[in-house]
């Protein structure tokens, strides 16, 4: 998919296991410095934007590039939509605990709280 959106070479498996930094250079050197590498920690949340002029390196703490580094980047990186699963289990568990905790003291469930909480799910 790269390829069809970003002009030239838009991947670079063979740097895989490689060092972060001889890794970014080397994209920067063969796109004649039209792209800007950008080294990551994985696992770090990033924009979902997608730009042919960015690279980004994702390595692990020793440095060493670990996912296969393409042009533009892919839409939605594991770590955002871990962070998106998690709000919504923690929001589910909120509201969840609201409505048995209002069951057990026998009050009246508030319709107000159920709708709040089914809206924003």
Same mark, same amino acid.
């Given at each position: 998919?790269?390829?069809?959106?970003?002009?030239?070479?838009?991947?670079?498996?063979?740097?895989?296991?490689?060092?972060?930094?001889?890794?970014?250079?080397?994209?920067?050197?063969?796109?004649?410095?039209?792209?800007?590498?950008?080294?990551?920690?994985?696992?770090?949340?990033?924009?979902?934007?997608?730009?042919?002029?960015?690279?980004?390196?994702?390595?692990?703490?020793?440095?060493?590039?670990?996912?296969?580094?393409? /042009?533009?980047?892919?839409?939605? $990186?594991?770590?955002? @939509?871990?962070? #998106?699963?998690?709000?919504? %289990?923690? !929001?589910?568990?909120?509201?969840?605990? /609201?409505?048995?905790?209002?069951? $057990?003291?026998?009050? @009246?469930?508030? #319709?107000?709280?159920?709708? %709040?909480? !089914?809206?924003?799910?």
């Amino acid at each position: 998919m790269p390829e069809a959106l970003c002009p030239g070479k838009a991947a670079w498996p063979e740097l895989l296991g490689a060092q972060g930094k001889i890794a970014a250079a080397t994209i920067e050197r063969e796109k004649n410095y039209q792209v800007k590498a950008v080294i990551l920690l994985i696992g770090t949340i990033v924009t979902s934007d997608f730009v042919c002029t960015r690279v980004r390196v994702w390595v692990d703490k020793s440095g060493i590039v670990v996912k296969v580094p393409v /042009a533009g980047t892919a839409v939605f $990186a594991p770590s955002v @939509l871990l962070f #998106v699963l998690q709000f919504w %289990v923690f !929001w589910f568990w909120f509201c969840y605990s /609201a409505i048995l905790l209002s069951a $057990a003291a026998g009050e @009246l469930v508030e #319709v107000d709280l159920l709708l %709040v909480c !089914w809206c924003i799910m």
